[in-house]
């Protein structure tokens, strides 16, 4: 059992800054691989980043690429998503996922169905 934990919402002004973070065990950091999902009000879940397990390479969706970074910190077991240049339609539910022992590839990492455990979601509130 993995338990993902996120921090970090909130409400911002567009153009601002938000850092989510999804902190696990020692034991099952370096096991898994991580994404970012949200869901609107309304809409379906949707891709926002993910990092693999074994070489720490990054996947983005195209609408969070040069705004959005995912990192992996292996000293706190968290995974990181610094979120720049706010928009009011960044405003949703994040939540952090985990695959454990396969790592992810391009297809897979956009894939909700690839993760195995998921966290409990954190509210971001963008205004305009």
């Known amino acids: 059992q993995v338990q993902l934990v996120e921090s970090g919402g909130g409400l911002v002004q567009a153009g601002g800054s938000l850092r989510l973070s999804c902190a696990t065990s020692?034991?099952?950091?370096?096991?898994?691989?991580v994404g970012w999902f949200r869901r609107a009000p309304g809409k379906e879940r949707e891709f926002v980043a993910a990092?693999?397990?074994?070489?720490?390479?990054?996947y983005y969706a195209d609408f969070v690429k040069g705004r959005f970074t995912i990192s992996r910190d292996n000293a706190k077991n968290t995974v990181a998503l610094q979120m720049n240049s706010l928009k009011p339609e960044d405003t949703a539910v994040y939540y952090c996922?985990?695959?454990?022992?396969?790592?992810?590839?391009?297809?897979?990492?956009?894939?909700?169905?690839?993760?195995?455990?998921w966290g409990q979601g954190t509210q971001v509130t963008v205004s305009s």
């Open positions: 996922a985990a695959r454990i022992v396969s790592d992810i590839d391009y297809d897979s990492a956009m894939a909700a169905s690839t993760y195995n455990y």
């Open positions: 020692e034991r099952a950091f370096g096991s898994i691989a």
């Open positions: 990092i693999r397990r074994t070489d720490g390479f990054r």
